[in-house]
């Protein structure tokens, strides 16, 4: 018996280190590529908004190929989905490095199905093997994303730059999957799976015409619209107001840093509110002054990184919290978060492009960071919407 309890004590702890160590693969990779992008358009001779796209191909990914994760993972299991997943990121962090660019965008458009993966099969697997940690895990695995962000996007530029190049600092990235796959290669036995009714998919389509079901996607939808906007071109506009590229960099990471920062205590703030609605407001409209600041006083730079990063990450954390406030029943939940996260990703998909297609018309970021003030505006009115104290109805079509 006590081999017993000490395997399964051993099993949990491997596969919650599987977990932390599987969520800096799904964001460290991604934009760890944003320090280096001008580096890597004066290599292939891209435009903004061209450069811009390498922003998008992922979200379009995570849009597109986030539905599928569920099945795939009924038919193989749940740690093999995500052992797949970390093949994947692997596969394209090595195509991206190469010397060609039509390899920069596959592999681009790889790490993208991989991260969609992730993105939608930690948080079930959360669930199922640990039940009444959700809430303390779930904090921690945003920690652990923000902070491997951080310092992967602070030690680009320093790579790239003392012998590494740009194929090499982002080759070096590869190092979060790779440590994921040690982890989950010993559970690949396991084919436990979450599966969803019937019901569930009758009820996903009833939420189309639930005005509250679309406050919450817009809520999340604008979020990560702003979100992946600055995220993409933070260390351009930085640069552009005479910054250098390390120190661009540098506060690259550290907004992303400012992002997990809410993650250490929104979750228990928000357990003393009924109504929602002041604080969803309030950290929409930080994102809305952060930007404002940039472009008005770019002196303060610093302030307003740290500024909207915390304003962004509390947003996010917030609006995946009225998933679960909002929705009636699990299977609604799963219903609704299908739906935030596939219009919130195809939202984000426009933003980077196009704000590079606005800079190149006009030569400054002046109107790209009004744009975002703007949208962080919507995004408050959507938060004060979605914050009231209600739930959507079973059938879906309250309002």
């Known amino acids: 018996m006590h081999n017993v309890t000490s395997m399964s004590t051993y099993k949990r702890w491997l596969t919650l280190l599987a977990i932390l160590t599987t969520a800096t693969a799904l964001r460290a990779t991604f934009t760890g590529v944003a320090p280096l992008l001008d580096d890597i358009r004066g290599t292939f001779g891209l435009s903004t908004a061209q450069t811009g796209l390498l922003t998008t191909l992922p979200l379009l990914a995570f849009a597109v190929i986030a539905p599928l994760a569920a099945g795939f993972a009924r038919r193989i299991g749940m740690e093999r989905s995500l052992f797949s997943a970390m093949v994947l990121i692997c596969f394209g962090i090595v195509l991206r490095s ?13 790490i993208g199905c991989g991260i969609a993966f992730g993105n939608v099969l930690l948080p079930g697997l959360i669930k199922r093997d640990f039940p009444e940690h959700v809430a303390r895990l779930t904090g921690a695995y945003s920690l652990t994303m ?178 679960g406030l909002r929705a009636s029943s699990a299977h609604q939940a799963a219903a609704l978060s299908g739906m935030a996260q596939s219009i919130g990703y195809l939202l984000a998909a426009c933003g980077p492009p196009v704000m590079g297609k606005i800079h190149d018309i006009n030569h400054n970021w002046g109107l790209p960071l009004l744009a975002v003030a703007l949208i962080s505006l919507a995004m408050a009115w959507a938060g004060t919407c979605a914050g009231r104290d209600r739930e959507i109805d079973p059938a879906a079509r309250t309002t």
């Not at 190469?98 to 790889?110: D, K, M, P, Q, Y």
């Open 98 to 110: 190469s010397e060609f660019e039509a390899s920069l965008w596959l592999g681009t458009l790889v």
């Open 146 to 323: 923000g902070i491997s962000a951080a310092v992967g996007s602070a030690l680009m530029v320093p790579l790239a730059v003392y012998g590494f190049g740009w194929h090499g600092a982002l080759l070096t990235l590869a190092i979060f999957p790779l440590l994921a796959l040690l982890l989950w290669l010993p559970q690949l036995r396991k084919s436990q799976s979450v599966t969803l009714s019937g019901n569930a998919v009758s009820q996903g389509r009833k939420l189309w015409r639930s005005p509250l079901a679309w406050q919450v996607t817009l809520f999340l939808g604008l979020n990560s619209l702003v979100y992946y906007v600055v995220i993409g071109w933070l260390p351009a506009i930085l640069v552009s107001q005479g910054m250098s590229a390390a120190q661009a960099g540098s506060l690259h990471g550290l907004m992303q840093l400012a992002t997990a920062a809410p993650g250490l205590f929104i979750g228990l703030l928000l357990a003393r509110l009924r109504d929602q609605r002041a604080i969803a407001a309030l950290v929409a409209l930080l994102c809305a002054a952060s930007a404002l600041g940039l472009w008005l006083v770019p002196g303060l730079a610093l302030l307003w990184v740290i500024v909207f990063g915390f304003g962004s990450g509390a947003t996010m954390i917030l609006g995946l919290t009225f998933i």
